[in-house]
């Protein structure tokens, strides 16, 4: 079994930053990809970036890219997603989540085994 916990969500100014983490334990992940994703009130939960744990090879939701960066530390066993110049537009509960055996890191939620809790991430305008 695979545990994911998130943190470092909260309340944000349009144009700024917060960097959020997600630890994970139960087992060796050296096969996984990692995933963050979002799901804002009324829409469905959609795919923000991910993370090959072996690779560190990633891709990025195509409003993300430049401002979000995903990475991994192996020995921490942690996958953090910094987001900068952070817009009203990016205010949702943000979820990791991992993808077992994984030979491509895809972006659909039903492909993803293991969750977080989520993290609320406000960005005001």
């Known amino acids: 079994q695979v545990q994911l916990v998130e943190s470092g969500g909260g309340l944000v100014q349009a144009g700024g930053s917060l960097r959020l983490s997600c630890v994970a334990s139960?087992?060796?992940?050296?096969?996984?990809?990692m995933g963050w994703f979002r799901q804002a009130p009324g829409a469905e939960r959609e795919f923000v970036a991910g993370?090959?744990?072996?690779?560190?090879?990633?891709a990025y939701k195509d409003s993300v890219k430049g401002r979000f960066t995903i990475s991994r530390d192996n020995a921490k066993n942690t996958v953090y997603l910094q987001m900068n110049s952070l817009k009203p537009e990016d205010t949702a509960v943000y979820y990791c989540?991992?993808?077992?055996?994984?030979?491509?890191?895809?972006?659909?939620?039903?492909?993803?085994?293991?969750w977080g809790q989520g993290t609320q991430v406000t960005v005001s305008s």
């Open positions: 989540a991992a993808d077992r055996y994984a030979a491509n890191i895809r972006s659909k939620p039903r492909e993803y085994d293991y």
């Open positions: 139960g087992r060796t992940f050296s096969t996984y990809v």
């Open positions: 993370i090959r744990w072996s690779s560190a090879n990633t």
